[in-house]
């Protein structure tokens, strides 16, 4: 139990996507001039990552790893070079499949994330998630923590990001560096801060 | 020429990076050593060239509904190709690399310039347009690139420019950039200069303040 806990704080904060690793800036700079879009693309986020990395696990570990086809009398196949199609597949029919429940039976809030998630089919961030759980060889409830924490992490980041960026709306920046130019050296202080987690000893 | 400038203006006047905010992610996490970086930039140029030319080919047999499926499926069916080419003969490299090969299926830069341009246009000026932003890309990677393991290792793609003390020499590296924020200061930088040299680019800006009503009595 205590690793799983250390396994989600150190994806949320340790190994957070946008600010140490680099994943998912795409969004997070364009989408966080407003703490409420903010809001959404981070829940977006977390649904996300917490359905995909799981299910890409079970389909790695029993169609494309190395002898998962072993019962068969395929030993030697490996299809692991096929993984990043099948992740990128499973990715796009998850964000689908969770746009038609929350239309079905959350409208409201559909109405206000909706635009958020088909953006999320080509997300850096959802991606890496699944190919780093398969490189790290985790297990079924790993990869679930691994998901929501990063998940967590993201949404974490640009809520943070965003708030700051509302404040910076009224300051008056040097023309070059309104905009993208601040927003890149506020998440660089951003990750400097973050950098210190590394620090924390985890179990 | 026509032709000419669209190869051209994606490089300075139209840079993917740090006009188009697209394909950041792998552009920041790849560049501690120059070599990581240009590996990087020609992977994706060759990706994005290749599949400019394949989604222009077929551009008019291409229903608009399952258009998005189809281009990230080239485009990841290209990764993989290079993913295992990689592997194969430059296996070092590869592995520094780990995902962010793989991630280039879902740069922004790719699927940008294959959904706004490859998808109008003919197969060679797709090409051109592809070979253009992937340049551009190059560049930024280069020169976040060339800084970094500059003053971070005292190296320019191994070999030594600065001697570091370690070795004898007077060069204290600056362990900073070797670390994650100074991909984004140096960007944030270079971001700045090129508006300030190119006032053009320059963001109109949400809020301003207001002129001052009794200025000159």
Redesign the interface.
């Known amino acids: 139990m205590t690793d799983l806990a250390g396994l989600f704080i150190r994806s949320a904060f340790v190994e957070n996507m946008p600010?140490?690793?680099?994943?998912?800036?795409?969004t997070f700079?364009?989408l966080s001039?407003r703490p409420g879009t903010a809001v959404g693309l981070g829940v977006a986020v977390i649904v996300v990552m917490g359905v995909t990395v799981p299910v890409n696990h079970l389909l790695y570990q029993f169609v494309l790893a190395p002898g998962a086809w072993t019962w068969a009398g395929l030993p030697d196949l490996d299809l692991s070079?096929?993984r990043?199609?099948t992740f990128?597949g499973v990715i796009?029919a998850a964000v689908q499949l969770v746009e038609m429940v929350m239309d079905r039976y959350l409208p409201a809030l559909f109405n206000t994330f909706g635009v958020f998630l088909s953006l999320l089919?080509?997300?850096?961030a959802i991606?890496?998630g699944s190919?780093?759980m398969a490189?790290r060889r985790y297990d079924l409830a790993e990869s679930t923590v691994f998901g929501l924490g990063s998940g967590t992490g993201f949404a974490l980041a640009v809520i943070m990001l965003s708030a700051i960026r509302r404040r910076l709306?009224?300051a008056?920046?040097?023309?070059?560096?309104?905009?993208?130019?601040?927003?890149?050296?506020i998440?660089?202080?951003m990750?400097?801060g973050f950098?210190t987690f590394a620090q924390v000893a985890l179990p | 020429m026509a032709g000419w400038t669209t190869v051209t203006d994606p490089i300075l006047r139209q840079n993917p990076v740090?006009l188009q905010?697209?394909?950041?992610?792998?552009?920041?996490?790849v560049t501690t050593t120059l070599a990581a970086a240009l590996t990087m930039g020609a992977a994706l140029t060759l990706v994005v060239v290749t599949a400019g030319a394949i989604i222009s080919m077929i551009r008019a047999h291409l229903p608009s509904s399952i258009r998005?499926?189809v281009q990230?499926?080239i485009v990841?069916?290209l990764?993989?190709v290079i993913?295992?080419f990689l592997q194969a003969f430059f296996y070092e490299m590869s592995q520094r690399l780990?995902?962010f090969v793989?991630?280039i299926?879902?740069?922004?830069v790719v699927?940008g310039r294959t959904e706004s341009f490859a998808l109008h246009n003919r197969p060679l000026p797709a090409m051109a347009d592809g070979l253009g932003n992937g340049l551009g890309y190059s560049l930024v990677l280069a020169i976040v690139g060339s800084v970094r393991e500059l003053f971070g290792q005292g190296t320019l793609l191994g070999y030594a420019i600065l001697p570091t003390v370690e070795q004898g020499g007077w060069y204290e590296p600056l362990s900073l950039m070797l670390?994650?924020?100074?991909?984004?200061?140096l960007?944030?930088?270079l971001?700045?200069?090129?508006?300030?040299w190119r006032?053009e680019q320059?963001?109109?800006?949400?809020?301003?303040?207001a002129p001052t009503r009794d200025a000159g009595t």
């Open positions: 600010l140490t690793l680099f994943l998912g800036l795409c700079l364009a001039r070079y096929l990043l199609l990128i796009a089919a080509v997300h850096c991606l890496g190919l780093f490189d709306a009224y008056d920046l040097p023309g070059g560096l309104q905009g993208l130019g601040i927003a890149f050296i998440t660089g202080m990750s400097l950098s | 740090t905010i697209l394909g950041i992610c792998s552009a920041l996490a998005l499926i990230i499926i990841a069916s990764v993989i993913d295992q780990s995902v793989s991630l299926a879902t740069n922004c699927l670390l994650a924020p100074s991909a984004f200061f960007l944030g930088g971001v700045w200069a090129i508006r300030s006032r320059i963001e109109t800006p949400e809020y301003s303040l």
